[in-house]
Nanobody, 119 residues
Framework: QVQLVESGGGLVQPGGSLRLSCAAAGSIFSIYAMGWYRQAPGKQRELVARIDNGGSTNYADSVKGRFTISRDNAKNTMELQMNSLKPEDTGVYYC?????????????WGQGTQVTVSS
């Protein structure tokens, strides 16, 4: 059984920083792309940032220059450094991974971690 476990969410003031972490655990053969998505109240889930297993990244326009995604392939972990946070960054942040187990290739999601940017 594969699990993606997020941590690092919380309440922060505008202009502040948070660092989110995601750890993939279980019988994993390979992890391909990993990403962070977020969902604000009343809105659809949207891509925040994504990184492939070669380290290539892409970001939503709204977070470029403020957020940095990284991963450690040896540890099956991923992080999102969020700086200069804005109230519109508030939402539940989900870790996502395209990975392969003995069952085949599937997309997995974490349970989500709340990020609230407010004064």
């Amino acid at each position: 059984q594969v699990q993606l476990v997020e941590s690092g969410g919380g309440l922060v003031q505008p202009g502040g920083s948070l660092r989110l972490s995601c750890a993939a655990a279980g019988s994993i053969f390979s992890i391909y792309a990993m990403g962070w998505y977020r969902q604000a109240p009343g809105k659809q889930r949207e891509l925040v940032a994504r990184i492939d297993n070669g380290g290539s990244t892409n970001y939503a326009d709204s977070v470029k220059g403020r957020f940095t995604i990284s991963r450690d392939n040896a540890k099956n972990t991923m992080e999102l450094q969020m700086n200069s946070l804005k109230p519109e960054d508030t939402g539940v942040y989900y870790c996502n991974a395209d990975l392969e187990t003995h069952r085949g290739k599937y997309v997995y999601w974490g349970q989500g971690t709340q990020v609230t940017v407010s004064s």
